[in-house]
């Protein structure tokens, strides 16, 4: 076992001992959604002294999302588990193959406004991992430190006007990079969760 596997397992089983979610924005409640969409991301972090966390921009010429940064992920299919979808997303948009990934768990269901129900899956995957990524799906991917990521000083709020009121969202920049909405908020509360920094 890895010393980044070993300490992602420890940090989650500490993390996700039972206890609620913590609370993001209730201010989203007001978005109301009549049946959500079932999906699932990959949280992949490398294993080396100071690993980083994967994450790609879709194209702009995307229908969902175009150019913002996400995880490899999508919807769930048939009777996929999110474990499943996620490897095979992961897989499919990135050309990780699913024996190199370690899984470690399932974090907090993210419910978007945009109506899907998303799963995130923690995991691990070697230093060297062959990237191949998809161009359809993605115009880049890039390698972001979890030291960064993880760390509340990084976690900066943000508001937005939007439908009918001012409402809230995380961005977390990082060179050239800045990752905010679902994205963002997903890896605050896996943040909140693992306590990466104590």
Do not use: C
């Amino acid at each position: 076992m890895s010393r980044v596997h070993e300490r992602l397992s420890a940090l989650y089983r500490a993390g996700y001992d039972g206890s609620p979610p913590p609370r993001l924005f209730e201010d989203w409640s007001a978005v109301v959604v009549e049946e959500f969409r079932p999906a699932a991301v990959l949280v992949a972090m490398t294993e080396r002294d100071e690993p980083g966390m994967l994450l790609l921009h879709r194209p702009s010429n995307m229908r969902a999302h175009p150019g913002q940064i996400a995880f490899p992920g999508g919807k769930i299919d048939g009777n996929e588990t999110p474990e499943e979808a996620a490897l095979r997303e992961a897989w499919e948009e990135l050309g990780i193959r699913p024996e190199k990934v370690r899984v470690v768990g399932k974090g907090d269901v993210y419910r978007a406004h945009s109506g899907f129900e998303i799963t995130p899956v923690l995991a691990t995957v070697p230093a060297d991992i062959e990237i191949v990524p998809n161009p359809t799906e993605v115009a880049q991917w890039f390698e972001a430190p979890v030291s960064h990521m993880l760390h509340d000083d990084n976690h900066l709020e943000r508001w937005v006007q939007w439908e009918g009121g001012m409402r809230p969202y995380y961005e977390i920049p990082w060179q050239d990079h800045n990752t905010w909405g679902v994205t963002a908020a997903i890896i605050v509360n896996l943040a909140k969760r693992l306590r990466w920094h104590g």
